[in-house]
Each structure stands twice: as structure tokens, then as C-alpha cells.
């Protein structure tokens, strides 16, 4: 039985169809007009924001400590970290610093680089950054190779080389102490296969003769670009020119060097240029699987155009309202389109499922259509209402990306329902002039067995819940938002293999001190906490114990003393035959008298590479030859008393841009906080983050800014999921003055919770930090399903005969929309907007078996109970 306040809210929406019906061609003329209007205040207003920052209110601690280190530093602010991984120190070096100079010559982009361990500064001083031990060997290994240098120096051409090498296999220096013979005649191997290719050694032979680093060395290039927060995709055009860059120096394919782009700028700039073109097309699969779905519903072209005209106005009302309202949408907003096409649509089926059941009853369109505003209208209202509540429970929180989510898709209902009501009787009312109309309504016929068999039913579900229990507290919040990004993208899988392990974490956390006496202080006692690795200043910056490693270094460079020796004539091309030839003797020897297999087989090969070489010699094979064997050993050697003459290093002395990037104008230093282990492990960041804050509360920095993030999502959950609860139980009080069939809308609604609580445990699907909407909204949208069925019990439809109205049936085709549209942002490739989809897809799922067994069971036992307590 309807309450007085129902039966009122009826009757008007009755008398407000009746009026739309009489003219319904100014109310589809004025539906265009607002539509027209709200169309162009969009397109001129409606801009977007997409800081990720501001998806937090800044006024919370994290966010003003974030932005203090931003105005101090605007240096570090979405900087772009370019990761050069190539076979040695110097090659690696050379293609970071060559590719630094290219960005540094297009500063309407790139504002700035810094490469560290690489350019001209580390150069000229690089050695200085080694301990006393490391010059040590060094020494040894200079030591050792002296001789060789000293002959290229003198016989700068292929025939120094090969009259030093043949010196060294037959005097047998393959074990003496920093040169490894062997190791350089395997480069000599490859270099003369690739030079009759024509191609230069990729590895720097010069490294080989001195003793350098071996493996892959890595190098980074830390680009500050200049984004246009103008645009959705802030950093697309410096993204896309650094790639462009890249690309042309020949750093993305399989060389041996390689090149690779990530840090926050490129993080941003992938995943917002993601969302804007998988949230349009979520929206264009969710409108047509929505027309799909329409047409198996209602079987009728009007009533299918009247359903989609209004949820096309209503969009379009929406967009306009988010103009006016917000001004912009985020990178969460952007998807309210998906969200409004799903669940805006299910005010259109309930009424007119209802209108076209009436209809096969005999009414006729006056009649049909006032008997559906009657019969489901005040439902429409409070499920609207409820719906918004969800949405709206997120507004007085800190999380303000969904805040304004949710004014805008609440807002959405309240327009849709508007829409509804006065967009869908018009376009029906067209024409009829109150002619009846013949229909052929789709008969779904829902299984009875709920309410044939309703304490079993009951039995099982109390199963269900409890066995869902046990799986709830493995239902976790995963604050890392990494993995809410697309794991295919190179950006997110460098910044992942950055987070394992390496020499840079990208994830450190930031300590603006008051000078930088304070931050070495300050970095002294952090370094001592268990969970740091290591701190760094500007201080750090100025080499330790230059004292003692300057004297050292005079001292290599006097023994070396290739600058006393004169360079020989360039020799003839015969002559450098003559000493290849000679070299190809010693090979020989060596291959059949080596001290070990190795040695042997090495000489085998480099023989045999020698052999094709010289079958096919002509000058251009040559040139190839000595520019990997002999240029390669000059500019080593050019290098290596670069840095030899280094005078020291004072504060005075470090680049610009390393000060900039440390030092605020007004003094106040930074200090970098470098994590001991894996962030990718949540207990790793809460030890750090909280160990780091006991020493500098207003620590900030990237595993801060995570940190503090989750919390606070946390917290927005928490009360948004409190205010909705709240709000739907007074407001379904208020309406139906009684508390046993609140009880009965909300109790499948709790079976509902626990049941996809427990699903998205074993289907992997953790809440973060794009589906937490989901939670509080899937109260809304569950409680209406619930509202419609238990208003159409209100009012008389027998217990064991409601799943065969048109109600239940709405109910389905209803839930059947909103999943086909949630569906479709399940199969996207960005993690957020997939699990956003998936969770949402499964809760509704769930709450729609809840509601049509479950409920049915619950509404037969409460009929046999007693009669209808509402008054």
C-alpha cells in the first residue's frame, strides 16, 4: 500500500505526463533548446583538468607539503627520466650526454637535462666520485695496458695495434694483472666481423684495452620538459618529440644501445592520452550494446527511440550541468558518460515496460501512460534520489576526483529522471492522439522457484553469506598506482624494473631543510633509519677525500706519459697488411700451443675472422677497422687525460642545473630519501614513509605522496559508504513510515556486498584507486532494483507472482544495460578503468541474482507473516 507521501508524488507525476502528452511538441522543442544550450555551454566552459594532484583536495598536509617542495624546486616538477641501457660506461655515457645536448638545443620543449655520471662535468671529474680503492686498481690496470697505449700513441693505425697485440701473445701477458688478453682478442673478433659489414664495433674497444666496465652499464637522462596543462594530455608534445628523438637516433630498436622513456610526466601522459581514448570508446560500445539490449526489451521502435532520445538529452543536460557547476572534468569525471549511459537508461525501461504492459492489458495510450506514471513513477523518484545519494557520499570527502564525480553523475540522475518523465511521454504521445497502440512485448519468463521454495532459498543464502565472511578480510586496497596502469606500457614496465632494484628509485621521498648545513645534518641521522638506503644533497654532489685521490691521480698521469711520445708516420696500407699478417702467425702459434682451451678456441676464432677479412680487403673494410680498433683506443685515451687533469671539485664548481634541481633561491636545501627495499611491497612503503616522518615531518616526495593517497581514499571510502548507508536507510524510513521493508530492500543488498566482496577476492580484483567509487555506488544501484520491486509488493502484486510482472522484468533488462555498458570498460587495457569495469560488472551482477532470488523468497515468507506493516 502506497503512503500518503507516494500517492501524492503519484498523482502529480500523473498530471505532469498528462501535460506533456497534450504538447508534446513544445516539450520536445524545448528539450532541444535546453539541449542546444547546454551543448554549447560545454563545449566553450567545460575544460579539463588533468593534474593528478588535484584529484585531492589541497588543503589536506600531503598535498601543501607537496606543493611547497614544487614552488621551491619547479625544477622536478613532472620531469620526464629517459633510462639509457648500452654495453659499456662509455658508450652507454656517451649516447645519454649526445642525446642531452639534442634536448638541450629545443628549449621550447625541454627546459632543461641533467645527466648523471655522464656530460662534461662528470668527464672531467668523474674520477674523483671513486673511492681511494677503485683509483687503486685502476692504477693497476693502467699500469698494465701502458704499453699498448704507449705503442698506439707512437703508431696511431692498424699496424700498431697489431704489432702490440702479436707482442703480447707471444710474450704470453694473458694472466698479468689488468689486461685480459683474451678478452681483448674476443673484441678483436668482433670488430672484424662487423667491419666486413662495414659496420663500426658497438662496444668500445678501448674499454676492453683499458680495463673498463663490463656488462651493460646504465645511464639516465633526467629531462625537465615544458607540459601545456592546456591540454587533456599535458605532456604529449615533449612525449612525443623525445620519442621522435629517439627514434631517429636509433635508441628504440635492438642495438646495442637502448633507449627507454618513463617518470611522471611520461606515466601521465600514456595513461591520460589511455583513459580520453578508451573512455570514449567504453562509451560508443556502451551506447550501441545498450540499443542491442533496448531493442530485446521493448520490441518497438518508438518506444526505443523515446528510451534513447532521452538518455542522449539527458548526456548532453549533464555535460552542460558540469560546466556550469565544476567547470572541468578530471581523469576520474571523464567517465561519467560511461557511467550516465548505464545506469540513466534504467528510468526509460521501468517506465515503459510498464507503459507497454499496460498497454497489452487493454488500456489506451492516455490511460497506459498515466497508470505507469502512477504505478512507477514515485519508484523512479526515490530510486533516482538513492542513486545520486552513492554518487553524492563522496562530495564532503578528500578525495576530490571523485567528489566531482559524483555531483556530476548525481546530478545525472536527478537529470535523467527529468528527462524521463517529460522526454519519453512526449515522444510516445506524438501522433497517438489516444489511439491504442498494438505491441509485442517480449515475454521473459523468470524462473519461480524463489518464491515456490523461499525458506530454501533463504537457507542458502544465509550459507553464502557466512562462507563470504571468511573471504572478506583478504579484500585489500592496493595503493600502488602503477598497477592501475596499463602493464603493457613501456613506461610503466621501466618504472617497474626501476622499483626492483638499480642505482635510481623513482619512488624516494623529498626533505626541504632550512639551509644545507641543516640537510646534511638532517640526511646524516635519516640514513641511520633501517628502512633507507642511502640520502643525497647537494653536498653528496662535491667528491670525499679529494685531498688524498688528487695526488694519486697526478701519479697515473706521470707514469702513463703518452703525451712525451711522438706519433710515426701513417703507414701504407701495405704495411698494416703486413702487420695483420703478422699478428695472423702469432694467432696460429697460439691456437696450437695455448695454455688452455679458451685460449685455443679464441685464437681459433679471431684466426678464422682474420681469414674472411683478408679475402675480401679493400679500403672501405679498412676504415671500418680502424675506427673500432685504433679511433676507439685515442678517444679513451683523450678521455682518460680529461680526467686525469682535474683539478678537484668545490661547491662553486657543480652544474647549474644540479643546483636548481637541489637548491631553492631562498637557501633551503633538499635531501633525497632512498629506500632500502621494494616499493612495489606495501609493508615496504608504510616502514619507510613512517620511518622517514619520525625525523622530518613534512617529509613529501613520491612514496609519500602514495602513501598519504591510499589513506586518504581509505578514509573517503569509509565515510562515503557511512553517509550512503545512512542516507538511503532515513530516506526509505521517511518514505514508507515502517521498518520492515527498508529491511527487505537492504538485506539482499548486504547478501549483495558479501557475496561480491568475496568474488573479487577469487577473481583478483583489489579496490584502488579508480574503482573505489564502486562501493558506495553499488549501494545505490542495488537499492533500486530493490525499491521496484518491493513498491510493486506495496501494491498488491501477489508474492508468488512478482517475478512474472513487468517489474521484475525491468528489473533484468535494467541490470542487463548497466552491466553491457560496465562490461565494456572491463575489456579496456588500462588497469584502472578494466577493474573499475569488472568490479562493477560482478556487483551488479550479484545484486541482480540477490535481488530476483533472494528477494522474491524474502517478500513470499514476509506476505505469509503478516500483512504489509507500512502505513
Given at each position: 500500500m502506497a503512503t500518503q507521501l507516494e500517492a501524492m508524488l503519484a498523482e502529480w507525476l500523473v498530471r505532469l505526463q498528462a501535460a506533456v502528452a497534450r504538447h508534446p511538441g513544445r516539450t520536445l522543442l524545448l528539450a532541444f533548446a535546453l539541449a542546444a544550450g547546454a551543448l554549447a555551454g560545454a563545449a566553450l566552459e567545460l575544460g579539463v583538468n588533468s593534474e593528478t594532484d588535484d584529484l585531492f583536495d589541497r588543503d589536506l598536509p600531503f598535498r601543501r607539503h607537496r606543493a611547497e617542495v614544487d614552488a621551491a624546486l619547479p625544477a622536478r616538477n613532472d620531469n620526464l627520466l629517459v633510462v639509457v641501457d648500452g654495453p659499456s660506461r662509455i658508450v652507454a655515457g656517451d649516447?645519454?650526454?649526445?642525446?642531452?645536448?639534442?634536448?638541450?638545443?629545443?628549449?621550447?620543449?625541454?627546459?632543461?637535462?641533467?645527466?648523471?655520471?655522464?656530460?662534461?662535468?662528470?668527464?672531467?671529474?668523474?674520477?674523483?666520485?671513486?673511492?681511494?680503492?677503485?683509483?687503486?686498481?685502476?692504477?693497476?690496470?693502467?699500469?698494465?695496458?701502458?704499453?699498448?697505449?704507449?705503442?698506439?700513441?707512437?703508431?696511431?693505425?692498424?699496424?700498431?695495434?697489431?704489432?702490440?697485440?702479436?707482442?703480447?701473445?707471444?710474450?704470453?701477458?694473458?694472466?698479468?694483472?689488468?689486461?685480459?688478453?683474451?678478452?681483448?682478442?674476443?673484441?678483436?673478433?668482433?670488430?672484424?666481423?662487423?667491419?666486413?659489414?662495414?659496420?663500426?664495433?658497438p662496444r668500445s674497444f678501448g674499454e676492453l684495452v683499458l680495463g673498463g666496465e663490463e656488462g651493460p652499464v646504465r645511464r639516465y637522462v633526467v629531462v625537465e620538459p615544458r607540459p601545456d596543462y592546456s591540454d587533456f594530455v599535458p605532456g604529449r608534445a615533449s612525449v612525443e618529440r623525445l620519442h621522435e628523438i629517439l627514434a631517429e637516433r636509433g635508441l628504440t630498436g635492438g642495438g646495442s644501445v637502448r633507449a627507454r622513456v618513463t617518470g611522471d610526466l611520461a606515466l601521465k601522459t600514456e595513461e591520460l592520452g589511455l583513459v580520453k581514448t578508451q573512455a570514449a570508446s567504453a562509451g560508443a560500445v556502451s551506447f550501441v550494446l545498450v540499443a542491442l539490449i533496448l531493442w530485446s526489451a521493448q520490441r518497438s521502435g518508438r518506444l526505443i527511440a523515446a528510451t534513447l532520445l532521452s538518455l542522449v538529452l539527458g548526456l548532453i543536460w549533464t555535460a552542460g550541468f558540469a560546466a556550469l557547476a565544476i567547470g572541468h572534468l578530471n581523469v576520474i569525471s571523464v567517465a561519467f558518460a560511461v557511467l550516465f549511459i548505464g545506469l540513466g537508461v534504467d528510468f526509460g525501461?521501468?517506465?515503459?515496460?510498464?507503459?507497454?504492459?499496460?498497454?497489452?492489458?487493454?488500456?489506451?495510450?492516455?490511460?497506459?501512460?498515466?497508470?505507469?506514471?502512477?504505478?512507477?513513477?514515485?519508484?523512479?523518484?526515490?530510486?533516482?534520489?538513492?542513486?545520486?545519494?552513492?554518487?553524492?557520499?563522496?562530495?564532503?570527502?578528500?578525495?576530490?576526483?571523485?567528489?566531482?564525480?559524483?555531483?556530476?553523475?548525481?546530478?545525472?540522475?536527478?537529470?535523467?529522471?527529468?528527462?524521463?518523465?517529460?522526454?519519453v511521454p512526449a515522444v510516445l504521445s506524438l501522433g497517438r492522439a489516444g489511439r491504442p497502440t498494438a505491441v509485442r512485448p517480449f515475454r521473459l519468463r523468470l524462473p519461480r522457484f524463489p518464491?515456490?521454495?523461499?525458506?530454501?532459498?533463504?537457507?542458502?543464502?544465509?550459507?553464502?553469506?557466512?562462507?563470504?565472511?571468511?573471504?572478506?578480510?583478504?579484500?585489500?586496497?592496493?595503493?600502488?598506482?602503477?598497477?592501475?596502469?596499463?602493464?603493457?606500457?613501456?613506461?610503466v614496465q621501466t618504472f617497474f624494473e626501476l622499483l626492483q632494484g638499480g642505482d635510481l628509485n623513482p619512488w624516494s621521498i623529498d626533505v626541504l631543510a632550512p639551509d644545507l648545513a641543516a640537510a646534511d645534518e638532517l640526511a646524516a641521522r635519516l640514513e641511520a633509519l633501517p628502512s633507507v638506503e642511502r640520502t643525497s644533497t647537494l653536498s653528496r654532489y662535491v667528491p670525499e677525500d679529494q685531498a688524498e685521490k688528487l695526488p694519486l691521480l697526478e701519479d697515473i698521469a706521470l707514469f702513463l706519459g703518452l703525451e712525451e711520445f711522438?706519433?710515426?708516420?701513417?703507414?701504407?696500407?701495405?704495411?698494416?697488411?703486413?702487420?695483420?699478417?703478422?699478428?695472423?702467425?702469432?694467432?696460429?702459434?697460439?691456437?696450437?700451443?695455448?695454455?688452455?682451451?679458451?685460449?685455443?678456441?679464441?685464437?681459433?676464432?679471431?684466426?678464422?675472422?682474420?681469414?674472411?677479412?683478408?679475402?675480401?680487403?679493400?679500403?672501405?673494410?679498412?676504415?671500418?677497422?680502424?675506427?673500432?680498433?685504433?679511433?676507439?683506443?685515442?678517444?679513451?685515451?683523450?678521455?682518460?687525460?680529461?680526467?686525469?687533469?682535474?683539478?678537484?671539485?668545490?661547491?662553486?664548481?657543480?652544474?647549474?642545473?644540479?643546483?636548481?634541481?637541489?637548491?631553492?633561491?631562498?637557501?633551503?636545501?633538499?635531501?633525497e630519501v632512498y629506500p632500502k627495499q621494494s616499493l612495489n611491497d606495501d609493508a615496504a612503503v608504510d616502514a619507510f614513509v613512517r620511518e622517514v616522518r619520525s625525523l622530518a615531518p613534512q617529509a613529501t616526495g613520491p612514496a609519500v605522496y602514495m602513501f598519504e593517497a591510499g589513506a586518504t581514499i581509505l578514509r573517503a571510502l569509509r565515510q562515503a559508504l557511512l553517509t550512503a548507508i545512512v542516507a538511503i536507510g532515513l530516506l526509505l524510513l521517511v518514505i514508507w513510515r515502517g521498518l520492515r521493508?527498508?529491511?527487505?530492500?537492504?538485506?539482499?543488498?548486504?547478501?549483495?556486498?558479501?557475496?561480491?566482496?568475496?568474488?573479487?577476492?577469487?577473481?583478483?580484483?583489489?579496490?584502488?584507486?579508480?574503482?573505489?567509487?564502486?562501493?558506495?555506488?553499488?549501494?545505490?544501484?542495488?537499492?533500486?532494483?530493490?525499491?521496484?520491486?518491493?513498491?510493486?509488493?506495496?501494491?498488491?502484486?501477489?508474492?508468488?507472482?512478482?517475478?512474472?510482472?513487468?517489474?521484475?522484468?525491468?528489473v533484468f533488462w535494467s541490470a542487463l544495460t548497466t552491466i553491457a555498458s560496465f562490461g565494456a570498460l572491463g575489456l579496456a587495457s588500462h588497469r584502472g578503468l578494466a577493474t573499475l569495469g569488472q568490479l562493477l560488472t560482478l556487483g551488479v551482477t550479484v545484486t541482480l541474482l540477490c535481488n530476483l532470488v533472494f528477494l522474491p523468497a524474502l517478500l513470499t515468507l514476509a506476505r505469509r507473516g503478516g500483512p504489509d506493516s507500512a502505513g
Open positions: 649516447a645519454a650526454a649526445d642525446l642531452a645536448a639534442q634536448l638541450d638545443r629545443e628549449p621550447e620543449l625541454f627546459a632543461s637535462t641533467f645527466t648523471p655520471g655522464a656530460g662534461p662535468f662528470f668527464e672531467r671529474h668523474g674520477l674523483l666520485y671513486l673511492d681511494t680503492d677503485e683509483l687503486a686498481l685502476m692504477a693497476d690496470d693502467l699500469a698494465a695496458a701502458q704499453p699498448f697505449l704507449a705503442e698506439i700513441t707512437i703508431d696511431p693505425s692498424l699496424r700498431g695495434v697489431f704489432a702490440q697485440l702479436t707482442r703480447a701473445v707471444e710474450q704470453g701477458t694473458a694472466g698479468r694483472s689488468g689486461f685480459d688478453l683474451y678478452r681483448v682478442l674476443e673484441g678483436v673478433t668482433r670488430a672484424v666481423a662487423e667491419a666486413e659489414r662495414l659496420e663500426s664495433s525501461i521501468h517506465l515503459t515496460l510498464r507503459y507497454q504492459e499496460l498497454l497489452a492489458a487493454g488500456s489506451d495510450h492516455a490511460g497506459a501512460l498515466a497508470g505507469a506514471s502512477r504505478g512507477v513513477g514515485s519508484s523512479l523518484v526515490l530510486c533516482a534520489i538513492t542513486t545520486a545519494i552513492g554518487f553524492y557520499s563522496f562530495v564532503p570527502t578528500g578525495f576530490v576526483g571523485v567528489a566531482e564525480l559524483g555531483v556530476i553523475s548525481g546530478t545525472g540522475m536527478l537529470i535523467s529522471l527529468a528527462g524521463t518523465l517529460t522526454v518464491t515456490r521454495h523461499p525458506r530454501a532459498v533463504c537457507a542458502a543464502a544465509l550459507v553464502l553469506g557466512i562462507a563470504s565472511l571468511s573471504l572478506l578480510p583478504k579484500l585489500h586496497f592496493d595503493a600502488n598506482p602503477l598497477r592501475v596502469r596499463d602493464p603493457n606500457a613501456t613506461s711522438e706519433a710515426r708516420p701513417p703507414p701504407t696500407l701495405p704495411e698494416e697488411e703486413a702487420a695483420l699478417r703478422g699478428f695472423r702467425r702469432a694467432l696460429v702459434k697460439l691456437e696450437r700451443e695455448g695454455a688452455s682451451a679458451d685460449a685455443r678456441r679464441i685464437a681459433a676464432e679471431l684466426g678464422s675472422a682474420l681469414d674472411a677479412f683478408s679475402a675480401d680487403l679493400d679500403g672501405a673494410s679498412v676504415e671500418t677497422l680502424r675506427t673500432s680498433l685504433v679511433q676507439s683506443v685515442l678517444d679513451r685515451v683523450t678521455r682518460l687525460e680529461r680526467a686525469l687533469s682535474t683539478r678537484g671539485v668545490a661547491p662553486s664548481d657543480l652544474p647549474p642545473v644540479l643546483e636548481r634541481r637541489m637548491i631553492a633561491r631562498d637557501g633551503r636545501a633538499l635531501i521493508d527498508p529491511l527487505l530492500v537492504l538485506t539482499p543488498l548486504l547478501l549483495a556486498a558479501l557475496l561480491t566482496s568475496a568474488l573479487a577476492v577469487l577473481a583478483g580484483i583489489p579496490i584502488n584507486f579508480a574503482n573505489v567509487i564502486v562501493v558506495p555506488l553499488l549501494l545505490g544501484i542495488g537499492v533500486d532494483s530493490g525499491i521496484h520491486l518491493v513498491h510493486r509488493f506495496r501494491d498488491g502484486a501477489p508474492s508468488d507472482g512478482i517475478l512474472d510482472t513487468s517489474t521484475s522484468r525491468a
